[in-house]
């Protein structure tokens, strides 16, 4: 696998309020909604994306449910590393299910056009490898 560069860095938040207040108002952080509870920037020095991603959000990309499984631990945050296009993606989920891993899910486009596999930590960290086209322009 060859990674890029880190897509993306989301705190995944179990109360969107709050934590806006925390990383808008308290830090400062030039975060802008996204009209469903998302709030991020590509203005972050130092990230590609910084983003608020809700709990229930997290729930459905990875699972397609907006309750989070009871049997899995609760991430705290999401990670993505970038891959060269979405062939590249859909390589990696292979070699890394190929290593022991188990996917939350295969590659797959969303809606947005990011091509994206995740796994789940122990840890509750949210790990995807993702081909995200506006990155690449």
């Given at each position: 696998m060859d ?10 938040v179990?109360?969107?309020p709050?934590?806006?207040?925390l990383f ?7 975060l ?5 509870g ?5 203005s ?8 608020l991603?809700?709990?229930s959000q997290a ?6 449910t907006?309750?989070?499984p ?26 890394l299910?190929?290593?022991g891993?188990?996917l939350?899910?295969?590659?797959r ?5 990011q091509?994206v596999?995740r ?7 949210i ?11």
């Amino acid at each position: 696998m060859d990674v890029l560069f880190i897509t993306s860095v989301a705190v995944v938040v179990a109360d969107p309020p709050l934590s806006r207040k925390l990383f808008i108002e308290g830090l400062g952080l030039p975060l802008e909604g996204e009209g469903d509870g998302y709030y991020s920037s590509g203005s972050v020095p130092g990230s590609k994306h910084f983003g608020l991603w809700p709990l229930s959000q997290a729930a459905e990309a990875c699972f397609g449910t907006p309750q989070w499984p009871a049997d899995r631990v609760v991430p705290q945050a999401s990670i993505e590393f970038e891959v060269a296009n979405a062939e590249a993606v859909t390589a990696a989920g292979a070699e890394l299910e190929r290593a022991g891993f188990e996917l939350v899910h295969q590659a797959r486009t969303e809606p947005w056009g990011q091509t994206v596999a995740r796994l789940l930590t122990a840890e509750g960290l949210i790990i995807g490898v993702s081909y995200a086209p506006p990155l690449h322009r």
